[in-house]
């Protein structure tokens, strides 16, 4: 099912986390974050949304990255409902788009759960102080599935990064920010949120 970011308030902090990448090794905020930002993505491995962008994506943490600004991708799905987003395929996929950053698994779902994260891909752009400073799409292409028509924007990232730009540059954040669309996240019974 189609689902859209929850939008978060700009300035909120970014909340900490320890959780475990594809070799099992334990990440932090701290770890992650680079010296002028972070992003944080929620994705998974499944949903068309993120298969949609994921090239694109790892090639621009790949530029951020040269720029001071980290990149850490999270899944946070239920893999009892969805097996395929499970730490080994997670660890596949990591290998096969050549994950430049660590890919980390948020198995009670309680990471989602700080963010606010409500789809995959959702996509949180931090300041160097870790404050938000972007949450929305990564651009304005999008795959054709059932819920959606394929569109003929490129799949370039020019939504995320106008706002890398923006930040890098000391500009205010965005006044026009687009929520990201993406399957929904796929929360364990019972710890779906309202707004989720």
Same mark, same amino acid.
Not at 133 to 146: C, E, I, L, V
């Given at each position: 099912?189609?689902?859209?970011s929850a939008?978060t308030?700009?300035?909120?902090p970014?909340?900490?986390? !320890?959780?475990?990448?594809?070799?099992? @090794?334990l !990440?932090?905020l701290a770890?992650? !974050?680079?010296p %002028?930002?972070?992003?944080?993505?929620?994705i998974?491995n499944?949903?068309p *949304? +993120?298969?949609?962008?994921?090239?694109?994506?790892?090639?621009?943490?790949? =530029?951020?990255h040269?720029?001071?600004i980290?990149t850490v991708?999270?899944?946070s799905?239920d893999?009892?409902a969805?097996?395929?987003?499970?730490?080994?395929h997670?660890?596949?996929?990591a290998k096969?788009?050549? *994950?430049? *950053?660590?890919y980390?698994?948020?198995?009670?779902?309680?990471?989602?759960a700080?963010?606010l994260?409500a789809?995959?891909?959702?996509?949180?752009?931090?300041d160097a =102080?870790? $404050?938000l400073?972007?949450?929305?799409? *990564?651009?304005?292409? %999008?795959?054709? @599935?059932?819920h959606t028509r394929?569109?003929?924007a490129?799949?370039?990232?020019?939504?995320l $990064?106008?706002? +890398?730009q923006?930040?890098l540059?000391?500009?205010p954040?965005?006044a026009?920010q687009?929520?990201s669309m993406g399957?929904?996240m796929?929360w364990?019974?019972? $710890?779906?949120?309202?707004?989720?």
């Open positions: 099912m189609r689902f859209q939008m308030e700009l300035g909120r970014a909340a900490e986390f !320890r959780l475990p990448d594809t070799a099992g @090794t !990440r932090t770890d992650v !974050r680079g %002028r930002g972070l992003l944080v993505a929620f998974c499944h949903c *949304f +993120v298969l949609h962008i994921i090239d694109p994506l790892v090639t621009l943490a790949a =530029d951020f040269a720029r001071g980290g991708a999270i899944s799905n893999i009892q969805h097996p395929e987003d499970g730490p080994e997670m660890a596949t996929f096969s788009h050549r *994950f430049g *950053f660590p980390l698994y948020d198995e009670t779902q309680e990471v989602a700080r963010y994260a789809c995959t891909p959702d996509l949180f752009l931090y =102080d870790l $404050k400073y972007y949450r929305g799409q *990564f651009d304005s292409s %999008r795959p054709r @599935t059932p394929l569109t003929d490129a799949v370039a990232g020019g939504d $990064k106008a706002a +890398v923006a930040l540059a000391g500009a954040p965005p026009e687009q929520p399957c929904s796929k364990q019974p019972g $710890k779906e949120p309202d707004w989720g």
